[in-house]
């Protein structure tokens, strides 16, 4: 049987029954935008950074199963251009001020934005005013800046196995509560060892006393645009605080 493929961009782009857009076209080196995906974690398709057109619908490449001779929109001005203000929307909604923020050069959202081209924040800014949970001895948490991928919920609950996040609330009012009565991460088993603790995507889950000890120009996203490095942003365990 013939190995079955999609068009990617005009590319064709082999994948095995069963693999995603977005695992058939990192498998080609191509990259797809987002921010929810990780390898190592079921998708969940909440962030929407992924968005292609498949046989002209618009769909999220990280949950949608490659289907042989599928036609797939990727890098376009339109999607670039809704990928774009969804980044808008994370930078407002949160206070992502990254000149001082220790992830600067090592975070997914900004890297994104690099990318994207995302010259403004465009909307107003929402100014949240979240306490910073700095109770655990070796890692501090500013929710500030959580864009609400549930990877460390993911990475918690399914191979930590010790469930230290979770969601709650709704609409506006989500956020990313931890699982104590105390609602403090020191009252938790949360470990730095643990691989919640590497999986943030930008500057909420922080390993103290190693803010700022890369230099610039050495950090991740110093060395090369996020779309031309190669491995998936978080493959290798990077972005976490050890990173
Ligand atoms: S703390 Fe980080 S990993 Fe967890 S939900 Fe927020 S942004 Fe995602
Ligand atoms: S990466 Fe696909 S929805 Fe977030």
């Known amino acids: 049987m013939n190995t079955p493929s999609l068009l990617l961009d005009g590319l064709p782009v082999p994948f095995s029954v069963g ?51 599928m036609e797939v929109e990727n890098n376009s001005p339109d999607l670039n251009d809704k990928r774009r203000t969804l980044l808008q929307m994370l930078f407002v909604e949160g206070n992502h001020f990254c000149p001082s923020c220790e992830k600067s050069g090592d975070c997914l959202l900004q890297a994104l934005a690099y990318e994207l081209e995302m010259l403004t924040a465009h909307f107003p800014q929402f100014y949240p005013d979240r306490p910073v949970d700095a109770s655990h001895p070796e890692v501090l948490l500013d929710f500030n800046r959580c864009i609400l991928c549930e990877l460390c919920v993911r990475a918690s609950r399914d191979v930590d196995g010790k469930n ?73 365990g990077g972005n976490g605080p050890e990173s």
């Open 164 to 236: 230290v996040f979770a969601l709650s609330g709704r609409g506006i009012g989500k956020h990313l509560i931890v699982n104590a009565e105390s609602g403090r991460l020191a009252d938790t088993g949360f470990a730095l060892a643990d691989k919640a603790a590497h999986v943030c995507p930008v500057g909420v889950i922080l390993a103290k006393r190693r803010g700022f000890l890369q230099p610039i120009g050495c950090r991740r996203y110093d060395r090369q645009p996020i779309a031309m490095q190669p491995a998936r942003p978080l493959a290798s």
């Open 19 to 69: 693999q995603t857009i977005m695992e058939a076209a990192t498998a080609a080196g191509i990259f797809i935008p987002h921010l929810c995906h990780h390898p190592d974690f079921k998708p969940q398709g909440s962030c929407k950074l992924c968005t292609v057109k498949a046989n002209g619908r618009y769909v999220s490449a990280c949950t949608m199963p490659a289907k042989d001779g």
